[in-house]
């Protein structure tokens, strides 16, 4: 099966012989690529809705695949137990979504349990909900796909200092292994948090937030001219 550049990258990030829980798995596909090149022997796929959860029994049918793959209908990880998988993927949905996922688990930070995020917004406040939340930032990936760029949180039970300006964006992990997409990503992130502040001038009761902002794009104009 011919994955997306976002799926086949958080795909080469599941470690071989994982046992892994796909969360929000909509048409199955990257439990599908996972059983069939033979990487991981069980996924559990969930997703909250009946109709995406048909659609991926669909797909595995399709593609031959008989067993490996357990789809349930459940809200996150409600469904799932500890001793059942060891990594925990859960891309394509907002970083708050992420969020209220991860703390409704709290097994997840007292194991050993290796989990990959892909949020599609809100990725400041979830670096900020990990650090509080007993979550340490292994690595940080990013992919383009279709002209847009995502990123990909490797992330493991562990203590991690609470991000601050542009940290709250980028990981020190991804600044030091000068991914190729870095400054596309900075210039980006330049762009949204200018047009950002520009919204806030006029807001009295928003001073915390614009020098918050401010201090994140001293920080990118640094990196970038590193």
Not at 174 to 203: F, H, I, N, V
Request: hydrophobic share 45%; with cysteine.
């Amino acid at each position: 099966m011919h994955l997306s550049p976002r799926l086949y990258a958080i795909g080469r990030l599941v470690p071989p012989g994982s046992r892994v829980a796909d969360v929000g798995t909509d048409h199955g596909y990257l439990p599908i690529w996972l059983i069939r090149q033979g990487p991981c022997p069980f996924v559990i796929a969930t997703d909250v809705a009946a109709g995406p959860l048909d659609a991926a029994r669909r797909s595995a049918v399709y593609a031959g695949i008989a067993s490996g793959i357990d789809f349930r209908l459940a809200n996150g990880l409600d469904a799932v137990t500890p001793d059942e998988v060891d990594t925990v993927v859960i891309a394509g949905m907002g970083g708050e979504t992420i969020v209220g996922i991860l703390a409704r688990t709290p097994w997840l930070k007292s194991g050993t349990h290796r989990l990959i995020l892909q949020p599609q917004s809100k990725v400041s406040e979830l670096l900020g909900a990990l650090a509080a939340g007993g979550f340490r930032v292994e690595d940080q990936h990013l992919v383009r796909e279709a002209g847009k760029l995502y990123t990909i949180f490797e992330v493991v039970p562990g203590a991690m200092e609470p991000p601050v300006g542009g940290f709250r964006y980028v990981s020190q992990a991804l600044l030091e292994r000068g991914d190729p997409l870095l400054e596309s990503y900075l210039t980006r992130l330049c762009d949204k948090l200018s047009r950002a502040m520009q919204g806030l001038e006029k807001r009295a009761d928003q001073a915390e937030k614009r020098a918050e902002f401010a201090k994140a794009l001293a920080d990118f104009e640094s990196w970038r001219g590193a």
